[in-house]
């Protein structure tokens, strides 16, 4: 079956500390693959995406992620935080031949330390 | 316009009640996404439509849920005889390049049947 986990609820850094959001799928082939961000009661804006390529791609506001083959993975990292990254994150997988259907995760949420 | 517009914000409606969300996709977008997102879960496909044409409503939970997109623009989502497990955030979002997933999500409407 298709899904994708973040295993992690809630995780709390400090300002300026370095952040690395997990995520894994399960998919029958590789899939695209994306991370979006949600504030409270707003919708989901996107931070990156991967479709092939370069395994490293950057996204905005100073994301990163790094699809990993052998690991099914394609964890989200971000070298200093700030406080305005406070918020929900959301892993999830997609294909056109699934016409453009996205499974995401059940979410992250992040807190920033003063 | 510049982003998909979902209204209303917020419905509060009486349990058996039937309600209609509309969302407003980015001009020109030919894809046409609904998403329930309950609380402290990730977004659930709910519905797919390519221009007028629905072509994906493997995730309307009940024939209760029905939406349509007459103009293949404007699109509504109505929920008869509401029930309480109604109660979610549904999340409208469009792209403009056929199938290509990776969309732009507007900001919404929270739906609370009471």
């Known amino acids: 079956a298709q899904s994708v986990t973040q295993p992690d609820i809630h995780i709390t850094v400090s300002e300026g500390a370095s952040l690395e959001l997990r995520c894994n799928y399960s998919?029958?082939?590789?899939?695209?693959l994306f991370w979006y961000v949600q504030s409270p009661g707003q919708g989901l804006q996107l931070l990156l995406k991967y479709f092939s390529g370069d395994t490293l791609v950057q996204g905005i506001k100073g994301f990163e992620a790094e699809f990993k083959r052998s690991q099914s993975s394609f964890n989200l990292r971000k070298p200093s935080v700030h406080w305005s990254d406070a918020a929900e994150y959301f892993c999830?997988?997609?294909?056109?031949?699934?016409?453009?259907?996205?499974?995401f995760g059940q979410g992250t949420e992040l807190s920033v330390k003063p | 316009g510049a982003g998909v517009s979902q209204s209303p914000r917020y419905k509060v409606a009486k349990r058996g009640q039937d309600v209609a969300l509309r969302c407003d996709p980015i001009s020109g977008h030919v894809s046409l996404f609904w998403y329930q997102q309950a609380l402290g879960q990730g977004p659930e496909f709910l519905t797919y439509f390519q221009n007028e044409a629905q072509l994906d409503k493997s995730g309307l939970p009940s024939d209760r849920f029905f939406a349509e997109r007459p103009e293949g623009s404007v699109s509504t989502l109505k929920i008869q005889r509401t029930q309480q497990e109604d109660s979610a955030v549904y999340l409208c979002?469009?792209?403009?390049?056929?199938?290509?997933?990776?969309?732009?999500f507007g900001s919404g409407t929270r739906l609370t049947v009471v």
């Open positions: 998919y029958g082939a590789t899939p695209y």
């Open positions: 979002a469009s792209s403009g390049q056929g199938t290509s997933p990776g969309y732009t």
């Open positions: 999830a997988v997609g294909a056109p031949w699934q016409g453009g259907k996205l499974i």
